[in-house]
T-cell receptor
Framework: ETGVTQTPRHLVMGMTNKKSLKCEQHLGHNAMYWYKQSAKKPLELMFV???????ENNSVPSRFSPECPNSSHLFLHLHTLQPEDSALYLCASNVSPGGWNTIYFGEGSWLTVV | DQQVKQNSPSLSVQEGRISILNCDYTNSMFDYFLWYKKYPAEGPTFLIS?????DKNEDGRFTVFLNKSAKHLSLHIVPSQPGDSAVYFC???????????FGKGTKLTVNP
């Protein structure tokens, strides 16, 4: 238990569906991230939120829409995804923005787009 | 182009022996390096790190070596235990940034 909880753990969705991934951290951290791990690829940073404000969008397509209502919660809204978007989506949090050694990951949400 | 490379997708070692996991990087601006460990159905967990001002950092059975001139780091696990079986990710940071760049990972299997 890392203090970062992701739901759902597994999601299957059609290309026309709208779904959301949820992340909650119970660590009092001020930074949250979305990472993506596709098959045979490294973990890739998607979005960075510091104090609820998005500070990084790593050229992510607009069919992925993040939302950070407060420092403890982070969502990834999914709309009209493609099969190649099937991947493990990992949420992470950090004690404070900029720290490289205090990042905690959630267990991930496995997404399958059919 | 991958900036952090783990060229061995898998490694198999006997219990009690040394496990050596390798990582190469191309960006000379990276100055912090981390190893994460990931069990199936769990997220990566931080294992050990090293800054570029050092060439070695040790924590119990785990030692990370950094060769800046070769842009290479390695993780040594001695002695290896079956519970060490996991995927190990190398990651790098530039300027202490939170934006980590990861390798693809190496799956370590420690056989009893």
């Amino acid at each position: 238990e890392t203090g970062v909880t992701q739901t759902p753990r597994h999601l299957v969705m059609g290309m026309t569906n709208k779904k959301s991934l949820k992340c909650e951290q119970h660590l009092g951290h001020n930074a949250m991230y979305w990472y993506k791990q596709s098959a045979k690829k490294p973990l890739e940073l998607m979005f960075v939120y510091n104090f609820k404000e998005q500070t990084e969008n790593n050229s992510v397509p607009s069919r992925f829409s993040p939302e950070c209502p407060n420092s403890s919660h982070l969502f990834l809204h999914l709309h009209t995804l493609q099969p190649e978007d099937s991947a493990l989506y990992l949420c992470a949090s950090n004690v404070s923005p900029g720290g490289w050694n205090t990042i905690y990951f959630g267990e991930g949400s496995w997404l399958t787009v059919v | 182009d991958q900036q952090v490379k783990q060229n061995s997708p898998s490694l198999s070692v006997q219990e009690g022996r040394i496990s050596i996991l390798n990582c190469d990087y191309t960006n000379s601006m990276f100055d912090y390096f981390l190893w994460y460990k990931k069990y199936p159905a769990e997220g990566p967990t931080f294992l050990i790190s090293i800054s570029s001002i050092k060439d070695k950092n040790e924590d119990g059975r785990f030692t990370v070596f950094l060769n800046k001139s070769a842009k290479h780091l390695s993780l040594h696990i001695v002695p290896s235990q079956p519970g060490d079986s996991a995927v190990y990710f190398c990651a790098a940071s530039q300027g202490g940034s939170e934006k980590l760049v990861f390798g693809k990972g190496t799956k370590l299997t420690v056989n009893p």
